[in-house]
């Protein structure tokens, strides 16, 4: 059964804020989406944030829901007035994160039709076609390792050839570019032929359409109830016990 809470808020969104930091940091926007994200105030329903993304140490259901509602607002904020070779790498992004947030929004209905669904299934499908440009930040541990290996390589190797041909100060310089520009290159293509999406929350919400035809919408099934009914009924009556034999005592008070 897909799980709301912890396919999409906990999973898709985590990963995807992940790949959104990643851009940010590269293109030197990080800043500005910080500033954008601690701005938002705070009204009936949302609660607005004052530490940035990066300062909160862990994040639950409701903070990821509440991202969702204001995500592609900051997002677009912290890429105003890209410059002419970024205008068209930042539209794919907030296309991408405009189709995720879109489809969340739209598989939150209590209630579907064929025409929702159908909404539903396109989303996921043109998620699926916009991701790539997320691709290079999508990067395992294995995968940076073997990058940085090979940067440690090619740098050795870059060396023992400069040394051994001397050359002006101006030469050495713009040799020094290029070969910068080459290492970056081939580090890059390793990481773009190594780096995937295949992992089983991303492959799930193409089953959000089949599940909701066979048992009906998909909060009925979602953890969040149970997490919820934990914290207030199981915890509260473990903090009101003595602590002595508290699984009795809890059972006890609510039987």
Known sequence: MPDFLHTIYLGLFKHMMDWIQGFLKKNSHQQAFKNAWKALPTYPGFLGSTKAYREVTQWQGKDMRNLCRCLLGV?????????????????????????????????????????????????????????DIFLEFRVSKRTQAKADELRGELRTQRMMVNESVAKSTRQRRLIQEQDRAKENDQCMDLINAESHFNFVK?????????????????????????????????MDGYRRSNKNNPAQRILSSYG
């Open 75 to 131: 997002l677009a904020v912290a890429l105003r007035q890209p410059d002419n070779s970024q205008i068209h790498t930042f539209k794919r992004v907030l296309t991408c994160v405009w189709i995720l947030c879109d489809f969340t929004m739209m598989a939150q209905y209590r209630s579907h039709t064929a025409e929702t669904i159908k909404y539903m299934e396109d989303y996921a499908e043109r998620f699926d076609e916009k991701k």
């Open 202 to 234: 991303m492959h799930l919400i193409s089953h959000f359409g089949d599940h909701i035809y066979q048992f009906g919408n998909i909060h009925m099934f979602s953890t969040v109830y149970g997490e919820l009914a934990h914290k207030e009924q199981i």
